[in-house]
């Protein structure tokens, strides 16, 4: 259990000293902090596009920060200019990129397409929209995703 409802994910470079000196993008670890002041009803709020993609991503963060929680398994988001992975996962040199997509088109996927050539990574995953469904994803903790 964390003792705070948010955190700040640090930005993953491939070298520690870098990542330290990075901007970090706030997650919720409770997405009720972002349902309970909002007026959408879940019809209205998966009929709202920004809203509804902002909630998918925000759950799936938190489900890999709570469940990376006493692993080897650390989270991280990257973004380079305009290309940006959601989620990155490492466990010792394995590397791991997350996208997610709560819209029905899958489209163009450029920010994964620049991390794998920066990075080489073990694996590259999209949740939802033609990806791995959702509710597949949230079944396993972040550590199955990196050692699969």
């Given amino acids: 259990m964390h003792p705070f409802e ?7 470079s491939g070298r520690r000293v870098r ?11 409770n997405t009720a902090l972002m349902t309970a002041p909002s007026p959408l ?3 209205e709020a998966r009929r709202d596009g920004e809203f509804w993609g902002r909630l ?3 759950a799936v963060g938190a ?3 709570n469940t990376a929680t006493g692993t080897q398994v650390e989270v991280f988001y990257w ?4 290309r940006e992975v959601d989620f990155v996962l490492r466990a010792g040199k394995r590397v791991v990129a997350i996208e997610v997509k709560s819209g029905r088109k899958r489209g163009m996927l450029p920010g994964l397409e620049a991390f794998s050539k920066a990075f080489r990574p073990h694996r590259l995953l999209l ?8 509710e597949e994803f949230l079944l396993e903790p ?6 699969a």
């Fill in 6 to 12: 948010a955190t700040g994910l640090p930005k993953f």
């Fill in 19 to 29: 990542q330290r000196g990075s901007s970090s993008k706030l997650q919720v670890l």
């Fill in 41 to 43: 009803d879940l019809g």
């Fill in 56 to 58: 998918v991503e925000s």
């Fill in 63 to 65: 489900h890999l920060l």
């Fill in 79 to 82: 973004r380079e200019r305009n």
């Fill in 127 to 134: 949740v939802g929209a033609q990806g791995i469904p959702l």
């Fill in 142 to 147: 972040a550590a199955a995703w990196v050692e």
